[in-house]
């Protein structure tokens, strides 16, 4: 089983609410990675945990908050959006140390923001 | 910082036609993953290539791994309307504070006409 869920599917928001953005695995993959992704365009890698500890963030700005509860989730906090946020929302993992790297890739979140 | 080069960026033809893509690059990869991302969903991972010279097949596709691996091909016999897609390469290197870290093309943009 490579699967990797999102929810919400789609998500319409204004510039001053607050949403999350969820994604779970369960391949006991250690590794977890936020990206962003515009139309047509390869994903942009937002941030990434390993062992449930942020390890890499690409200089994301903080209305972007993400949060890795435990082993199988990851969550992205959004509040206070601009329109240029707009985008296809991308969780990845992969399992650490596998020496592949080899990322699978979760359906997205289509963000609006109005 | 690694570059990817991808090309060509679109590709339109005709069905039962032949195509390759390819990645290039000057700088080495531990290894190297293709995507194809249908509109509306996430990348999903066709194959990785980790030995130099390697090379690969996927029913009608045929992946190789440059001898130096900085470089590879995705060739597609016989494109079928159901290849269409964009079309990611995504090199990864290993370990140390860049975990985690693909580096992705510029994507191909496949459409096949029945």
């Known amino acids: 089983d490579t699967e990797v869920t999102q929810t919400p599917k789609h998500l319409v928001m204004g510039m001053t609410n607050k949403k999350s953005l969820k994604c779970e695995q369960h391949?006991?993959?250690?590794?977890m990675y936020w990206y962003k992704q515009k139309a047509k365009k390869p994903p942009e890698l937002m941030f990434v945990?390993?062992?449930?500890?942020?390890?890499i963030n690409e200089s994301v700005p903080s209305r972007f908050s993400p949060e890795c509860p435990n082993s199988s989730l990851l969550n992205l906090h959004l509040h206070a959006l601009q329109p240029e946020d707009s985008a296809l929302y991308l969780c990845?993992?992969?399992?650490?140390?596998?020496?592949?790297?080899?990322?699978?890739f979760g359906p997205g979140t289509r963000l609006t923001v109005t | 910082t690694q570059l990817l080069e991808q090309s060509p960026q679109f590709l339109s033809i005709q069905e039962g036609e032949n195509l390759t893509v390819y990645c290039n690059s000057s700088?080495?990869?531990?290894?190297l993953q293709w995507y194809r991302q249908e509109p509306g969903e996430g990348p999903v991972l066709l194959v990785t290539?980790?030995?130099?010279?390697e090379v690969k097949k996927l029913k009608r596709l045929t992946f190789q791994f440059g001898d130096a691996r900085k470089d590879s091909s995705l060739h597609i016999t016989a494109a079928q309307p159901g290849d269409t897609g964009l079309y990611l390469c995504?090199?990864?290197?290993?370990?140390?504070?860049?975990?985690?870290?693909?580096?992705f093309g510029q994507g191909t943009i496949l459409t096949v006409h029945p």
């Open positions: 990845a993992s992969s399992r650490r140390g596998s020496g592949s790297y080899e990322q699978y």
């Open positions: 391949m006991g993959h250690r590794a």
């Open positions: 945990y390993s062992y449930e500890k942020l390890s």
């Open positions: 700088s080495v990869f531990s290894s």
């Open positions: 290539v980790v030995t130099g010279g």
């Open positions: 995504a090199g990864a290197n290993a370990g140390g504070t860049s975990y985690g870290k693909l580096t």
